[in-house]
Each structure stands twice: as structure tokens, then as C-alpha cells.
């Protein structure tokens, strides 16, 4: 079976202001794949998600989506053609109310009620602050404003970075859902299990460059890949 590819990174150097954080990165996402992203801290995997949403200073390299350089394009842009980052920091407006910070996500033919569906919650919160949000809601919200914007590639950085275990698992629910075979995703995380239970592919990073890009089950059946790049084995 032939699968089209989503996302080709090519030779992506890219870094903030003149440095480089990454280095000599390439390689291709297939539609309906999920891609784990894993490495140690400050190894890069924010700014590979930063500078595929266009967030970062690219110095060398191509990047296609659908076929389409998008390297020039500015975020906004790369968010219409399909790209939906759910960044580390899950920059929410703390000012504006739920549904507000919904709608600054909205694209063409998007309804808070769709977000309401996969969130209940977040229609009980409605008219509060963003800033009046527990860190799961904060994520909730964060995620759904990304989904308004109706991405089929959608990136997740480190979604269950300080939540709950109950909000985790009903995060993961969510994923599960889009995980339907027309969203592809990639998810940076730090639990290298969770990397290993969600993914199809893993990419792992040190020091900005790629020391591992294959499949998770080649990963599962050699931990030792894992020893070698993390300095780790599996929990
Ligand atoms: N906004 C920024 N400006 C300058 N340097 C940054 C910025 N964000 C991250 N860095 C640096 O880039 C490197 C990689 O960081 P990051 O991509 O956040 O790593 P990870 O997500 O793997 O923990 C680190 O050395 C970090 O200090
Ligand atoms: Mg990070």
C-alpha cells in the first residue's frame, strides 16, 4: 500500500536569532501516522515543532506540506493550509473567556460547539477566564482552540506535562479520536512508555540532531536503541 506523505522536512537547520538548535534534519510524515518525538531536555523538540509551525529562524532547508514549500509562509498561514500546533506553554489568553479564546482559533466553518462536544468541561466554563482555569482545563482549552482551526496535521508538545493522571487519560481519549486515520499526528513526549504505547514511528533527538527515525516496533523489540540515545531503558 502506497502512503501519501503529509509533512517532508529536508536539511532543516533552524534555531533563534543566528543559532542553531537544530541541525541536518530530514524526514517524512505518511497520513494517518503517528509520530512519537522523544529526548532528553533542551535536546530540541520544542523548536522542531516551533519551526515546522514557522515560529523560529530557519537557516537551511525545505519543508513541504502536501507537496507544498511552506518554509517561507508565516505561521498564520501554515495554520490555514492545515498545520495545528498545541504548544509546550499552551499560550492560552488568560483575559479573554473560553469561548473567546475558542474563536481566536476559529477558522472557516468551525463552532465552539464541536469543541464543547470533545469537551464537555470547557462548555461548563464558558464565560469564565482563561486565567480561572485549572492546568487540565488550560490544556482542554489549548487543545481545542488548535482543533478550531480544523489542522489535519496536529503537532502536541508534551500534552501531559504536569496533569493529572485522570486528565491524562481522558486527554488520550481524545487523541485515540483523532487518531481516525485522516489526522496525522506528532507528539513530543517526555514518557518514553506513552511514546511507545501511541506512536507508530519514533524520532529521537540529542543535541538537534536526529540519533534514531524509525518504526516503534523496531524500537519495542531493540530497547537498547533506547539506552543508546537516551541513557535510558524502558520503565
Ligand atoms: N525562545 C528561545 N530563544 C533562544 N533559545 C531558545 C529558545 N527556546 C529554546 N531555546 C534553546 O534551544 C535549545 C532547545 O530547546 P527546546 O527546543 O525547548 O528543547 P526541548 O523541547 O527538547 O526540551 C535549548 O538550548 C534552549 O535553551
Ligand atoms: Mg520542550
Redesign the pocket.
Known amino acids: 500500500m502506497r502512503h501519501e506523505t503529509v509533512l517532508e522536512l529536508s536539511g532543516i537547520r533552524a ?3 543566528d ?1 542553531h ?1 537544530l541541525n541536518d534534519i530530514s524526514f517524512s510524515v505518511a497520513k494517518g501516522e503517528r509520530l512519537a518525538v522523544i ?10 515543532l ?1 519551526t515546522l509551525m514557522g515560529l523560529t529562524n530557519l537557516h537551511a532547508g525545505s519543508i513541504e506540506l502536501h507537496g507544498r514549500p511552506i518554509q517561507s509562509l508565516p505561521a498564520h498561514q501554515r495554520a490555514m493550509l492545515g498545520l495545528g500546533l498545541v504548544p ?1 506553554t499552551r499560550d492560552i489568553f488568560a483575559s479573554l473567556s473560553v469561548e473567546e479564546n475558542l474563536l481566536a482559533g476559529a477558522g472557516k466553518n468551525t463552532s465552539v460547539e464541536e469543541a464543547y462536544t470533545l469537551f464537555p468541561r470547557l462548555k461548563e466554563r464558558r464565560k469564565n477566564g482563561g486565567g480561572q482555569l485549572s492546568g487540565g482545563e488550560q490544556q482542554m482549552l489549548s487543545i481545542a482552540r488548535t482543533l478550531m482551526g480544523k489542522p489535519d496535521l496536529v503537532m502536541l ?1 508534551e500534552p501531559f506535562e504536569g496533569l493529572a493522571p485522570v486528565i491524562c487519560d481522558m486527554l488520550m481519549e481524545v487523541f485515540e479520536q483523532l487518531a481516525d486515520g485522516e489526522h496525522t499526528l506528532i507528539r ?1 513526549e517526555q514518557h518514553t512508555e506513552l511514546a511507545l504505547s501511541f506512536s507508530d514511528r519514533m524520532l529521537i ?1 540529542d543535541n ?1 540532531e536526529i540519533v534514531f527515525y524509525g518504526a516503534t516496533d523496531e524500537v519495542r523489540d531493540n530497547p537498547e536503541i533506547l539506552e543508546r540515545s537516551l541513557g535510558l531503558g524502558i520503565a
Do not use: A, E, H, W
Open positions: 534555531g533563534y536569532g543559532t538548535v529526548g532528553r531536555n533542551g535536546v530540541g523538540k520544542s523548536t522542531l516551533n509546550q508538545d513530543v533527538l538537534g
